[in-house]
């Protein structure tokens, strides 16, 4: 699994013209999955993005987490994040999860952090979005996890 993060001041999306996410400062967070990815690896993911540590303390250090700032979640499914880019000039998405595994496993991601946090909104599912944000800072990462590592932290 793959998460970009952006800590933002606002983001929100559209589809076909109509809002239908939208947070204030929180983390707007591009989701993908990869192929062999399982339920394990998106709470792992999930847990991770929950807890990393992108937003500023009383000295301005990044030491609070979204959970820590009760902050905004807009969840936003992107597949193009597993693009393969090592060669030629057109991206292979051979490395992306097939869309009904892609849709379950952000399904289940979104599931768990309404779960597990105040403020969840999301983008849809292979709907042609428009992502607007006003990224803070700018602070963005990152985050994958392996299912190798995954499973091996598991045991």
């Not at 559209?14 to 239908?20: E, I, K, M, Q, Y």
């Not at 947070?23 to 847990?47: M, P, Q, S, W, Y």
């Not at 990044?62 to 009760?70: C, F, G, P, Q, W």
Request: include cysteine.
């Amino acid at each position: 699994m793959i998460a970009l993060l952006q800590r933002v001041s606002e983001a929100s999306v559209r589809v076909d013209g109509d809002t239908v996410g939208a947070i204030g400062a929180g983390l707007l967070v591009l989701v993908c999955a990869e192929k062999g990815d399982t339920e394990r690896e998106a709470e792992a993911l999930l847990a991770k993005l929950l807890g990393y540590r992108v937003f500023p303390d009383a000295a301005g250090k990044m030491n609070r987490s979204l959970a820590d700032t009760a902050g905004g979640l807009l969840l936003v499914p992107q597949f193009t994040l597993a693009a393969d880019t090592k060669s030629g000039t057109r991206p292979s998405f051979s490395p992306a999860a097939a869309p009904e595994d892609g849709r379950r496993l952000f399904e289940h991601v979104v599931r768990q952090a309404r779960g597990r946090h105040g403020i969840v909104e999301t983008g849809k599912f292979g709907a042609d979005m428009k992502v607007s944000l006003v990224n803070d800072g700018p602070v963005t990462f990152w985050l994958q996890v392996d299912p190798v590592a995954v499973s091996v932290a598991g045991r």
